[in-house]
């Protein structure tokens, strides 16, 4: 286990945090540890069911923990204190040398019983996704098997805040639909907010009754709703983040002696990082697409059975949909990390690396990264 000191860091984790970096277990209430079913928790492990769930990206000096060569790891912080945060986590980066034995010493979790076993293949799921935006890493999970109470999966509560303006204005026709055109901003403000703290309270009664789905059957389509209006918003976050990118990756410059495969490279993974960063984005739109003609359909021409059917079928599309948005989310925010006000010069070797990542991520195949041929050994007449 690695100690975090940066206890700061830490509490200022739990405020703001990204929904697609973080998936925090730990700010589950005891009330809601108490009322989940035995046997749909996410860990059965209690450290790990208490743990803060990070996308990592990894600085130079923790490669060498890893066997293989990876970038993007997925990073467990067990609390000291569940209680209070501030007092410090330990790490465990999933699958890092030594991963199995780290789990079974320090947490219990050992792989030849039936608990341990799912949860570390719990863990892997988790490892090998892009994101943790809740929606995607249900959907994830429930396709390896893998079932979860559903308030593990819920938006950050700094997005939930920087969500607020955007849902109020996506759902006014809505509103107009049931009180006209003169209805109040505040029963769009009060819908958007049961919708984003998934307080189904009697006043979304008559919603329920509109869209004629039974109660369990609303509360899921509740989630589904609050999933689309997720990443409608994370994508036109993730547009301006995109145009940004785009233009800048024309002006970043290697320094230092670059060989010239290297030059090459960098020449062309700029073309490519910019065309790829435009298809995810219409990629995305698209998918989206089927949920405005869902909404559509309930608020233009009064037919919520289509916009109801739509939502029983919407985590089908959550796995493309967050799968693409969670690859774009990643390249978008560690170039505004690394870059953001600072000249964008970076030694050649760095920069390759950080371009075939972002590739890679992307959806870029093996031809990523500069050319590096192996020594060429010739006989001895050819060599001079």
């Excluded at 308030?151 to 006209?180: A, H, K």
């Excluded at 309270?201 to 509360?219: N, Y």
């Excluded at 233009?247 to 020449?267: C, L, M, N, Q």
């Excluded at 233009?300 to 493309?320: C, N, V």
């Amino acid at each position: 286990m690695h100690l975090v000191k940066e206890h700061r860091s830490l509490l200022r984790l739990m405020r703001t945090a990204s929904t697609s970096r973080v998936l925090n277990l730990a700010k589950r209430t005891a009330a809601q540890r108490t009322a989940t079913p035995a046997g749909s928790t996410l860990f059965a492990a209690p450290a790990l069911d208490r743990c803060i769930v990070v996308k990592h990206r990894l600085r130079p000096h923790e490669r060498e923990w890893f066997v293989e060569a990876r970038t993007l790891v997925t990073k467990l912080l067990i609390p000291i204190d569940p209680q209070d945060v501030g007092l410090g986590a330990h790490a465990i980066f999933v699958g890092e040398r030594g991963f199995e034995g780290t789990m079974a010493m320090s947490l219990g979790v050992h792989e030849a019983t039936v608990a341990g076993a799912r949860d570390l293949a719990v863990l892997q799921a988790l490892d090998g996704l892009p994101s943790l935006d809740p929606f995607l890493t249900r959907e994830h999970l429930r396709r390896q098997g893998h079932e979860a109470a559903r308030d593990y999966f819920e938006i950050s509560p700094g997005d939930v805040e920087r969500m607020r303006s955007f849902v109020r204005r996506e759902i006014v026709p809505l509103i107009t639909l049931c009180f006209g055109d003169h209805a109040e901003p505040e029963k769009a403000a009060r819908l958007a907010d049961r919708i984003l703290s998934s307080d189904l309270d009697a006043t979304m009664e008559p919603l329920r009754r509109t869209l004629k789905m039974e109660p369990a059957e609303f509360v899921e389509g509740m989630f589904c709703w609050k999933g689309f209006l997720y990443y409608k918003w994370a994508l036109d976050e993730a547009l301006s983040a995109g145009l940004v990118m785009i233009e800048a990756i024309s002006k970043v410059r290697a320094t230092g002696d670059a060989t010239p495969e290297e030059r090459a490279y960098i020449a062309e993974a700029r073309t490519r990082l910019q065309s790829r960063i435009k298809t995810a984005c219409r990629d995305v739109r698209g998918a989206l697409n089927a949920y405005d003609v869902a909404f559509a359909a309930l608020t233009q021409r009064a037919e919520p059975a289509i916009f109801r059917d739509f939502l029983i079928s919407a985590p089908a599309l959550f796995f493309s949909v967050g799968d693409k948005l969670g690859a774009l989310q990643h390249v978008t925010s560690f170039w505004h990390y690394k870059f953001a006000g600072r000249a964008i010069r970076t030694p050649a070797t760095e920069l390759c690396d950080l371009l075939s990542d972002f590739e890679n991520s992307l959806g870029g195949g093996a031809e990523c990264g500069p050319r590096r041929p192996d020594p060429v050994f010739l006989p001895m007449e050819l060599a001079g």
